[in-house]
T-cell receptor, first 113, second 112 residues
Framework: AQTVTQSQPEMSVQEAETVTLSCTYD???????LFWYKQPPSRQMILVIR??????QNATENRFSVNFQKAAKSFSLKISDSQLGDAAMYFC??????????FGTGTSLTVIP | DTAVSQTPKYLVTQMGNDKSIKCEQN?????MYWYKQDSKKFLKIMFS???????INETVPNRFSPKSPDKAHLNLHINSLELGDSAVYFC???????????FGQGTRLTVV
């Protein structure tokens, strides 16, 4: 079975500082995709960033970047220059077989002004 | 142009009733999903449909039944609603081939 673990139920960061959210996953597959989704209070699920397992280079999207360690099955999200609008639940997700998504339990991020 | 839309956004109903939540996607995706998000924000997959065939059913009670009239729609029917069914239900879609899932705005179901 594929499982995704987010060990930090809650995190906080000072505005303009950097924060890292952790995610580990369990799989026996070699070909898969990983995602981070953001869910603000509006409850809309928004894609933040994606990583293909076959790519060694870590994905980046503006202030968001990942640290993908395939051997360790680790996929952390770094948010730089945190903004108030970054406050949300963040979900790590694993995709196998093209259409089987598995989500972690989420990390609630608070941004302190 | 909403990519994945689900209706209604809010649904309050009494125990024992039967209700439906509709979902439509205009992205041309071939797979659609239903997720349940409980009060602790945990997202649990309920169903996924690929080309009108059910491919995942994660131990969901048979009171829940997905109905897909075509590739762009996946509706969720719930019979004999129970208090524990109260949650936010998300519809999503994706294109097979390793892309992200696109989510609807969610339906908050409250059973009283």
């Amino acid at each position: 079975a594929q499982t995704v673990t987010q060990s930090q139920p809650e995190m906080s960061v000072q505005e303009a500082e950097t924060v890292t959210l952790s995610c580990t996953y369990d799989t026996s597959e070699s070909d898969y995709y990983l995602f981070w989704y953001k869910q603000p209070p509006s409850r809309q699920m928004i894609l933040v960033i994606r990583q293909e397992a076959y790519k060694q280079q870590n994905a980046t999207e503006n202030r968001f970047s990942v640290n993908f360690q395939k051997a360790a099955k680790s996929f952390s999200l770094k948010i730089s220059d945190s903004q108030l609008g970054d406050a949300a639940m963040y979900f790590c997700a694993y995709l196998r077989g093209g259409n089987q998504f598995y989500f972690g339990t989420g990390t609630s991020l608070t941004v302190i002004p | 142009d909403t990519a994945v839309s689900q209706t209604p956004k809010y649904l309050v109903t009494q125990m024992g009733n039967d209700k439906s939540i509709k979902c439509e996607q205009n992205l041309g995706h071939d797979t659609m999903y239903w997720y349940k998000q409980d009060s602790k924000k945990f997202l649990k997959i309920m169903f996924s449909y690929n080309n009108k065939e059910l491919i995942i059913n994660e131990t969901v009670p048979n009171r829940f039944s997905p109905k897909s009239p075509d590739k762009a729609h996946l509706n969720l029917h719930i019979n004999s609603l129970e208090l524990g069914d109260s949650a936010v239900y998300f519809c999503a879609s994706s294109a097979t081939g390793h892309t992200e899932a696109f989510f609807g705005q969610g339906t908050r179901l409250t059973v009283v």
